[in-house]
């Protein structure tokens, strides 16, 4: 049998009544960038959790690396690099001894954490600050540090929810060739959700389309573009959702009370939206 | 803006809505029968108020009153003015206990970008919180009024005075309260360490208002003998409204104040639609929409051989985690007064209980009670603490190779660490006040420090199976309400044991006091850990 990074079969969560996951099938080669898309609710973050051994399944299997994360839980975390989609950080800890705490946690040896710390402070342009309280940073630095924290084990699968939603451009804009280079020259497996489709175009060797805990879609950007017969990613992506027309978007301003109250403020804001012809 | 919008938005009464929100963010848990709620629950208060308190002091204050003839009524109106004074203190406290626990700078953000005032935020705020208050009022001034009544035979006009009172005096502490809270909130305490120290404050101030509570008590005996002294307390808002139900019951009862009655309407009045309608005018000046500042703060190196000294007792694996676990607590000024709170009772309970007993016996049986006591305060003053803001972090721990374990295990060891210190203390106090040799000193310090650990892992437990990630959480009063109750049977076995088995040697009598609550604490409490920590593991 081939070998995959990640691969998972049948893969389904529920929340008490609500299906997160449906029946999911993954095979994400070594190497590779797998970017997981799909609207708010769609299952991201639980798919992601559950690969990372956050939460358990109720049916089907993770195989990670070929290995059973049932039977392989602490081997699976070891080699997992997490960055989750709220920053879980220690309000009262500088970001130097969070990190070091990180580093803790995955059994690292001292002089390791502490070099390895020094350079990824380095690396975010944090050094700076690094001493200063969590408390006192903002969300976009938050951010960096959660990424620091994923990335200190130098795991060997790194899952990236959001990874660039709260960070300046020049900083996305190092995220995303750090990304890259991690894939290039450290040969590592990225996962990575987003809703930002250019990052999804640039980086990802693959991409998935969920919607409802169900992969309605699967392939390069190009052969996803080429499958739906749409001019670009975006227009591709609407067209898996099947987002409706513009115009049924807005029929509610037509007849609602809305339009004889506050037209003035509201009338602005809704045209600069960017027209979408389906 | 077009006028006619402008218009619409004046029009509408922003107060009003703020004071709805909050009312229904207040009953939030009945929130699909809110209306039969109220009106249940008030029912249920007026038949309280109107019928079963007046029967129920109907059957008992008599006799009292029977008992102490002569002097009955300045006793009477002593207890309705010290009732008042502390109500009004307790209620003022209420929205101070709340300041820091806000968890709303989200929310409050997108307040500030509607057309909302700081005036109405303020009021409505303030009106939102009446209904509540007032249940406070209908529970509690039926027992003033149950005082009264027997002896005096109160009209209906007096019913109504003391009511009116009442409410007047409870609104206005609310009042009062909710000015000082947002003052503190909004202007003065903005930094994040001004904040901790602002929680520390509150936490003292509510030991300053326990401490007064038991004053009035002690010196009631110095007030009744010299009732002008009551004049020095005349600014105290409680008073005026006091004052007023004095005269109602017998206009005599005023005769020793510099207030009279007229002056005293006359405060109870002004004073607070005076407060009110300033502080709506003037909401600006103490309320401030910008939410809070975070200053950064920078850590230091201090300390630094304290911790490499824990790194060493927390060993290799745990050390690292011990020491974050260990700054997080002691970088919450908050946590330092609760650890005073914890030495400032164990302390005392070590002179009461050293104080009362003097042959040797005695003493280890006030040592082993000691032990105990200190197990218990500390369990329910730090152990529950463990998951206090650690949502999200929660799941970094779940993320690593640790799991869980990483958090409780370490949380555990920093409480041990924290406990030398406790037991370092509360032994030398003991050592001090009951005298006791070297070698018994170190027993108790020994048997004091083991208790702690023991203690705290049924506190521990319960909080892994109901975890509260912040201090006002709902889940961190009924965690803490079991564990009294879990620890109950521990204070009782050391006496009961005693009695029941009168053993002869000091030796029979240390193992005969407390090897029953280890074994029993030991065995409730992993049992409770167990579970729990399977159950936090599969928190999704
Ligand atoms: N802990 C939980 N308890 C109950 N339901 C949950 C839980 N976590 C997720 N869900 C539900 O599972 C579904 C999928 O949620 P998920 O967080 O995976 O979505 P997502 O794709 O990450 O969305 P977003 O883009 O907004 O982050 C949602 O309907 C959500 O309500
Ligand atoms: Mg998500």
Known sequence: ?278 | MEPEYESQVNKRKLWLTIAKNEIKLRTSSFRNNRKRFFIFSYLILILWAFIIAPLLFDSFMPTIAAQNAGIFKPVVALLIESFMMILFLIILMLPLNNVYNKDEKGVKESLVASPVLARDIFLGEFLGKLPLYTFAVLIFAPIVVGMINPIIDLTVIQYIIIYTCAFGLVYFANLIGSLISSWLEHKILKSESARDWGKALIMILTIVMVIMMYAVIFFINEILMNPELKNWLSFYPSLWFSNIILYGIDPLLLNSYILNIWFSIGLAICIPLMILYLSYKKAHVFYSLEGISTKSTSVTKQGRNFYSMINKLAGRKFGGLVIVQMKLFLRKKANLARIAYVLGSVGFMAWFTSSTMDDYKGLILSSSILIVLGGLVSSIMLGHLIFINTKDIIWVYKKSPRGIKGLVYSYLLNMLVIGIFISLFITILHSLFAKIGLLDAVIFFSLFLAYIPISMLQSIGLQCLNPAFGEKDSNMKSNSIISMLIMQPAIMMPIFFLIFFNPETVLMMRIVMLAPVFIFNILVGTILLYIGMKKLNKIE
């Open chain 1, 1 to 278: 049998m081939e070998s995959y990074a990640i691969r998972t079969h049948e893969l389904t969560k529920s929340f008490g009544s609500i299906l997160a996951v449906n029946k999911l099938n993954l095979k994400i080669p070594y190497g590779k960038t797998y970017g997981l898309l799909g609207p708010n609710g769609a299952g991201k973050t639980t798919t992601i959790r559950m690969l990372n051994g956050i939460i358990s399944s109720n049916s089907g299997e993770i195989y990670i690396t070929d290995k059973d994360i049932k039977s392989h839980e602490k081997y699976v975390k070891m080699i997992s690099g997490f960055l989750p989609e709220s920053p879980g950080l220690y309000q009262k800890l500088s970001a130097r001894e969070f990190l070091i705490f990180i580093g803790e946690l995955y059994y690292l040896p001292k002089s390791v954490i502490i070099s390895r710390v020094e350079e990824l402070l380095e690396l975010f342009g944090l050094s700076e600050r690094a001493n200063d309280l969590l408390e006192g940073y903002s969300r976009g630095m938050k951010q960096k540090v959660c990424l620091c924290a994923a990335l200190i084990q130098d795991p060997q699968i790194i899952y990236l929810d959001e990874p660039t939603s709260n960070l300046d451009p020049a900083i996305a804009r190092m995220v995303k060739d750090l990304i890259k280079e991690l894939v290039v020259r450290a040969d590592k497996t990225i996962f990575i959700c987003t809703h930002q489709l250019d990052v999804a175009q640039e980086l990802c060797d693959q991409i998935g389309i969920i919607n409802n805990g169900i992969l309605k879609i699967e392939g390069s950007p190009t052969e996803i573009i080429e499958n739906t017969g749409a001019k670009n990613l975006e227009d591709a992506y609407l067209k898996v959702m099947g987002v409706s027309k513009m115009e049924d978007l807005l029929s509610w301003r037509e007849n609602g009370e809305f339009n004889k109250k506050v037209v003035t403020s509201g009338k602005g804001k809704v045209k600069k939206r960017k027209r979408v012809v389906v």
